[in-house]
Nanobody, 116 residues
Framework: QVQLVESGGGLVQPGGSLRLSCKAS????????MGWYRQAPGKQRGWVAT???????TYADSVQGRFTISRDNAKNTVDLQMNSLKLEDTAIYYC??????????WGQGTQVTVSS
């Protein structure tokens, strides 16, 4: 069982930055594939970024070049640095962990609102 707790959401103006953090417990963090997803009002939850066990990162086209995912295996955390935020980045952001057995775990989400 993996528990995930996100933090760092808030209100930011277009063009601004936010840094989300997700802390994991209950498993060996270095064995987990970690990712960020988001769900905007009225839309389905969609993938944002993934960081693999060896640190390889992948991004959705919509955030490529603006968002950076990183992990700290010593602190059991995965962060999402979001720069050049746009109105359409407004969503609830969720952290997800996938175990070596392929089981997925979700955090409770953190709200990001981009508004002038």
């Amino acid at each position: 069982q993996v528990q995930l707790v996100e933090s760092g959401g808030g209100l930011v103006q277009p063009g601004g930055s936010l840094r989300l953090s997700c802390k994991a417990s209950g498993s060996i963090f270095s064995t987990l594939v970690m990712g960020w997803y988001r769900q905007a009002p009225g839309k389905q939850r969609g993938w944002v970024a993934t960081i693999s066990r060896d640190g390889t990162t992948t991004y959705a086209d919509s955030v490529q070049g603006r968002f950076t995912i990183s992990r700290d295996n010593a602190k059991n955390t995965v962060d999402l640095q979001m720069n050049s935020l746009k109105l359409e980045d407004t969503a609830i952001y969720y952290c997800k962990a996938r175990s070596p057995l392929g089981i997925g775990y979700w955090g409770q989400g953190t709200q990001v609102t981009v508004s002038s």
